[in-house]
């Protein structure tokens, strides 16, 4: 193959959690496929493109222990992210606007028929959480809706940068990243059977883990995403291109300072869990839950980045073993919604 190789660095080298896939996955996915393709929102090369996503296989890589009605849910918002993704990524401003508006009354009144005139996404949404409402706690409900109104909102001003051609400084991007990744949502699903008091919940130490699991996530995606992006011109919004451009750095330099980054990262997440204080025994054993949540989050979307095709194709295993990306030339990409071959790049 031509073009430039970089070395990814491996960002969880020292992470102690290791992999580990919920022994739900094979029914929540075909349940979760069953369910969207209801709607009819792809078409069959675009369809196939999802398939080899398999983000059961993510949901069930990250949430490691749910039972089947939750690992359901957790697919289902796997689903429900990749589409309105795939919806918003090749609008503007203004009509991604449209979009997150529908999804979020559609979460928060999962009970109210939707317009038979409304984009699918509205129904979907609203159906989601029909569901996920019979097995969640009011904790994970309430922080499920309010960071899901800052994804959205995030995508949306990522369809404005992306129509301004805007590139972010390094502070800027997360001030964007930190919420259109999704993570915070994700994060809540954890909760579902959990009930800890909210002002433990927003304690600074479990607020800074938050944070850490996050960043280790998107610098994760970034890294791998970023020969396709950038391939297809699409790579404004990645970690990669704002350290490039900020600090003056190649695609390797650059790979290389987010994996030193990273590194620092990891170990203020380990020191926190050090740090963490006890409050009552049954308060500790779900805070303790929680954490280890987090903690396979991130473990579980670094599994499931090299497991599924959406970065690598078929040669993920390979790319995982030997850490060797290659910057792939640009290509002509045909622009019509959901093209199948939009994420999927195969090495020959």
């Given at each position: 193959m031509t073009g430039e190789l970089v070395k990814v660095p491996d960002l969880l080298r020292d992470w102690p959690w290791q992999r580990h896939l919920n022994k739900n996955y094979d029914q929540a996915k075909a349940a979760s496929l069953e369910w969207f393709t209801s709607f009819k929102a792809f078409d069959a090369k675009s369809q196939d493109a999802f398939d080899r996503c398999d983000f059961a296989r993510l949901a069930?890589?990250?949430?490691?222990?749910?039972?089947?009605?939750?690992?359901?849910?957790?697919?289902?918002?796997?689903?429900?992210?990749?589409?309105?993704?795939?919806?918003?990524?090749?609008?503007?401003?203004?009509?991604?606007?449209?979009?997150?508006?529908?999804?979020?009354?559609?979460?928060?009144?999962?009970?109210?028929?939707?317009?038979?005139?409304?984009?699918?996404?509205?129904?979907?949404?609203?159906?989601?959480?029909?569901?996920?409402?019979?097995?969640?706690?009011?904790?994970?409900?309430?922080?499920?809706?309010?960071?899901?109104?800052?994804?959205?909102?995030?995508?949306?001003?990522?369809?404005?940068?992306?129509?301004?051609?805007?590139?972010r400084t390094i502070d800027g991007y997360w001030a964007v990243r930190r919420h259109s990744s999704g993570c915070y949502p994700?994060?809540?699903?954890?909760?579902?059977?959990?009930?800890?008091?909210?002002?433990?919940?927003?304690?600074?130490?479990?607020?800074?883990?938050?944070?850490?699991?996050?960043?280790?996530?998107?610098?994760?995606?970034?890294?791998?995403?970023?020969?396709?992006?950038?391939?297809r011109g699409h790579a404004l919004h990645n970690l990669v291109t704002t350290a490039m451009h900020q600090l003056d750095l190649t695609p390797q330099s650059a790979a290389d300072w987010i994996g030193d980054w990273a590194d620092g990262i990891a170990k203020e997440f380990l020191q926190c869990c050090a740090d963490l204080p006890s409050?009552?025994?049954?308060?500790?054993?779900?805070?303790r839950e929680y954490v280890n949540g987090l903690a396979c989050w991130v473990r579980g979307n670094d599994d499931w980045s090299f497991e599924s095709q959406r970065y690598f194709g078929v040669e993920g295993e390979t790319v995982r073993r030997e850490r060797e990306i290659w910057m792939l030339p640009r290509v002509e990409v045909q622009e019509a919604r959901f093209s199948s071959s939009r994420y999927m790049v195969h090495f020959t």
């Amino acid at each position: 193959m031509t073009g430039e190789l970089v070395k990814v660095p491996d960002l969880l080298r020292d992470w102690p959690w290791q992999r580990h896939l919920n022994k739900n996955y094979d029914q929540a996915k075909a349940a979760s496929l069953e369910w969207f393709t209801s709607f009819k929102a792809f078409d069959a090369k675009s369809q196939d493109a999802f398939d080899r996503c398999d983000f059961a296989r993510l949901a069930m890589l990250s949430y490691r222990y749910g039972d089947l009605a939750r690992s359901r849910t957790s697919t289902d918002l796997m689903t429900l992210f990749y589409a309105f993704d795939e919806y918003t990524d090749v609008e503007d401003e203004v009509a991604t606007r449209h979009m997150a508006d529908i999804v979020m009354d559609g979460l928060r009144n999962p009970t109210k028929p939707r317009p038979n005139d409304e984009c699918f996404l509205g129904e979907m949404a609203r159906q989601f959480w029909q569901l996920g409402q019979q097995t969640s706690s009011p904790m994970a409900e309430r922080h499920l809706i309010e960071t899901m109104q800052l994804y959205v909102d995030a995508v949306v001003q990522q369809s404005d940068d992306r129509t301004h051609d805007r590139l972010r400084t390094i502070d800027g991007y997360w001030a964007v990243r930190r919420h259109s990744s999704g993570c915070y949502p994700s994060f809540a699903l954890m909760e579902l059977e959990l009930d800890i008091p909210e002002d433990i919940y927003r304690h600074p130490l479990l607020d800074r883990m938050r944070d850490c699991a996050l960043y280790l996530i998107c610098a994760g995606n970034d890294l791998y995403s970023y020969p396709i992006e950038r391939a297809r011109g699409h790579a404004l919004h990645n970690l990669v291109t704002t350290a490039m451009h900020q600090l003056d750095l190649t695609p390797q330099s650059a790979a290389d300072w987010i994996g030193d980054w990273a590194d620092g990262i990891a170990k203020e997440f380990l020191q926190c869990c050090a740090d963490l204080p006890s409050w009552d025994p049954e308060t500790d054993r779900q805070v303790r839950e929680y954490v280890n949540g987090l903690a396979c989050w991130v473990r579980g979307n670094d599994d499931w980045s090299f497991e599924s095709q959406r970065y690598f194709g078929v040669e993920g295993e390979t790319v995982r073993r030997e850490r060797e990306i290659w910057m792939l030339p640009r290509v002509e990409v045909q622009e019509a919604r959901f093209s199948s071959s939009r994420y999927m790049v195969h090495f020959t």
